[in-house]
């Protein structure tokens, strides 16, 4: 994927939907970095902590609920970290709207609402784009340029794994634990091993098989395995889990060698490593440090001044999406929960 930047003469001016931590601690700072993008204003039903967070930004308009920002002229692109039951009825009403939309990973709760959102996108004219902001890093360029240029010969499995502690200490109110939210381990993390798959692989996987843990009957899984049959021997190993320490993992084995992305997901903007393995040799590829996020932004606001599409497809994060689903029906899951 390449990174345009947008002259700062003319930034992409961006609405932001709820205080969420992701929005606060990643996103927003991003946009402040960029030169390509400004920060007009945020949203949130709590007015007046969001006065307090950006008292130092007067500059940044506050609306006390995600209606009146969406209808807000000089707003151009909205970002949604809104919970998952709540992307689709607010990135649908941001479309239509006239607002382009990036929205938090997954984009949908199933693939028939995402389909719905992506028609939405594609009958007002407006981009959308589901935000996996990893596939923007320059390690997970560097590494799918050397799979997909033969470097591993055919590839033939696919290891990925995300897992953190949500339960130590437990967060009960935590909304990654809320059914009607449409929460769970595959929601929040999984996702990202399911996207890498189909990343490495360049196509949906035929079939699945899959086990989770849940705590109770209609509760959301706190734990999720499966294997991803891409056909004629092509696998995919994911996992991902609630109740583990924090760890994550991608392994790429093709029948030249291997390549181990050790930090695949969420690297911070600090120096990261690939290690690829060939016969008789080891290269460990060093990563300059990067802002995914602000990439990530930069990208789209590209693609919004160019009206180019951006390099991210809708018909991958449809197959993802199904992908989710279908894991969740192999496992005897109900889905969605509500």
Not at 4 to 21: K, Q, T
Not at 194 to 203: E, K, S, T
Request: net charge negative; with cysteine.
């Amino acid at each position: 994927m390449q990174n345009e930047i947008v002259s700062h003469v003319n930034p992409v001016r961006w609405g932001v939907l709820s205080l969420a931590n992701i929005a606060l601690k990643r996103v927003i700072p991003a946009l402040a970095a960029s030169e390509s993008d400004v920060l007009v204003a945020v949203a949130s039903r709590n007015a007046q902590r969001a006065r307090d967070l950006f008292a130092q930004r007067p500059d940044v308009r506050i609306y006390g609920e995600y209606q009146s920002l969406i209808d807000d002229p000089d707003i151009e692109a909205i970002y949604n970290p809104l919970p998952n039951s709540l992307h689709a009825e607010w990135t649908i009403k941001a479309l239509l709207a006239g607002k382009h939309v990036l929205c938090e990973k997954p984009l949908a709760v199933t693939a028939e609402e995402g389909a719905t959102m992506i028609e939405a996108a594609r009958s007002s004219g407006k981009l959308l784009m589901e935000a996996f902001m990893y596939r923007f890093h320059p390690q997970t360029i560097w590494s799918l340029e050397q799979i997909h240029s033969g470097r591993l010969g055919t590839v033939k499995l696919v290891r990925a794994s995300f897992s953190f502690n949500i339960m130590f200490p437990l967060r009960p109110n935590d909304i990654r634990l809320q059914a009607n939210l449409a929460g769970g381990s595959l929601m929040d993390v999984g996702c990202y091993a399911v996207n890498f798959c189909r990343a490495v692989y360049g196509r949906p996987p035929m079939a699945v098989a899959a086990r989770v843990h849940a705590a109770e009957e209609g509760a959301v899984e706190h734990a999720t395995s499966a294997v991803l049959d891409f056909g004629e021997g092509h696998f995919g190993l994911i996992d991902s889990c609630f109740f583990l320490p924090t760890r994550q993992m991608a392994e790429v084995v093709g029948e030249l060698g291997s390549l181990s992305i050790p930090m695949p997901f969420v690297t911070g903007v600090h120096e990261t490593e690939v290690v690829l393995a060939l016969e008789g040799q080891t290269i460990h590829q060093k990563i300059s440090p990067a802002d995914a996020y602000r990439l990530e932004v930069e990208h789209f606001s590209a693609c919004v001044r160019s009206g180019t599409t951006p390099a991210f497809s809708l018909d991958e994060t449809l197959e993802n999406l199904a992908t989710i689903e279908a894991i969740y029906q192999s496992a005897g899951h109900r889905w969605p929960l509500t």
